[in-house]
């Protein structure tokens, strides 16, 4: 196995989360829907506002990365939901599955040989796909674990 190849396989698992820390799948799976847009008392963020914060982020990034005509949104306000709790009981599932389905595709674009993960990406300043896949990957884990410990606080956790 060629060191480039070795690389693209461990960003690709670091996206996932599997080694050291929680999951996505397993931080936001059996999240109660009362609970979902609940602040415990002296924090920034509800499980909602976490969870739609890593869609939305992730996204740009992925945007970022594919996208020649990418504009960056509006800092901080495009990057956090507008409420503290899902807007209908479908958003909790659809913002789930919407950043799922991201992650898998930055793993594919990640995991495409075509890809230098060196290069400079074209419409960037300097960032190269290797930053933004350590900066996804970095970020997400971050916030996952803000996730579990509110989930600790509002006693949801397993």
């Known amino acids: 196995m060629e060191q480039s190849d070795l690389l693209r396989e461990q960003l690709v698992k670091l996206l996932g989360w599997h080694g050291a820390h929680v999951n996505f799948d ?13 602040r415990p008392d002296g924090l920034s963020h509800s499980l909602w506002e976490l969870l739609e914060h890593l869609r939305i982020t992730q996204r740009d990034i ?15 306000d495009d990057y956090w939901p507008k409420s503290t709790a899902p807007p209908t009981p479908e958003s909790w599932p659809e913002s789930v599955t919407a950043f799922r389905a991201d992650r898998d595709a930055l793993a594919w674009l990640i995991a495409d040989p075509t890809v230098d993960l060196y290069a400079k990406i074209p419409h960037g300043e300097g960032q190269t796909y290797l930053r933004e896949a350590v900066l996804v990957a970095d970020h997400s884990a971050y916030h996952l674990g803000e996730f579990v410990a509110v989930r600790r606080l509002l006693g949801v956790w397993k």
Do not use: N, S, T
């Open 26 to 38: 397993d931080a936001v799976e059996g999240v109660p829907p009362q609970m979902q847009g609940v």
């Open 62 to 76: 992925l945007d970022f990365c594919r996208d020649p005509a990418y504009a960056a949104p509006k800092w901080p």
